[in-house]
């Protein structure tokens, strides 16, 4: 599986920005998709998941402010990020996991910059 990701760029606080992730390759239909990200000096955090029935689970730090999305037909996960804030800089991280057989993938990466 293969894992692209797109949409990071700079923004200003209190702006939106919108990441997008498609998987390609081998998909199972029962699966979770995710985002992390990792900032500067810091570990790698999860940010929210998505199975593929559609439960969205969020950390606390931006629950209200993101929102993850999927559309399983285009194998596509989706975090719509609004209000931003300075401490939302990171490199997000796409995620694809599946439970049987017991895979996990991860995307190469997209920078996302807030500036204060």
């Known amino acids: 599986v293969q894992l692209q990701a797109s949409g990071g760029g700079l923004v200003q606080a209190g702006g939106s920005l919108r990441l997008s992730c498609a998987a390609s390759g081998r998909i199972f239909s029962i699966n979770t998709m995710a985002w992390y990200r990792q900032a500067p000096g810091k570990e790698r955090e999860l940010v929210a998941t998505i199975s593929s029935s559609g439960s969205a689970n969020y950390a606390d730090s931006v629950k209200g402010r993101f929102t993850i999305s999927r559309e399983n037909a285009k194998n596509t996960v989706y975090l719509q990020m609004n209000s931003l804030k300075f401490e939302d800089t990171a490199v997000y991280y796409c995620?694809?996991?599946?439970?049987?057989?017991?895979?996990?993938?991860w995307g190469q990466g997209t920078l996302v910059t807030v500036s204060s």
């Open positions: 995620y694809y996991s599946t439970p049987r057989p017991p895979y996990t993938y």
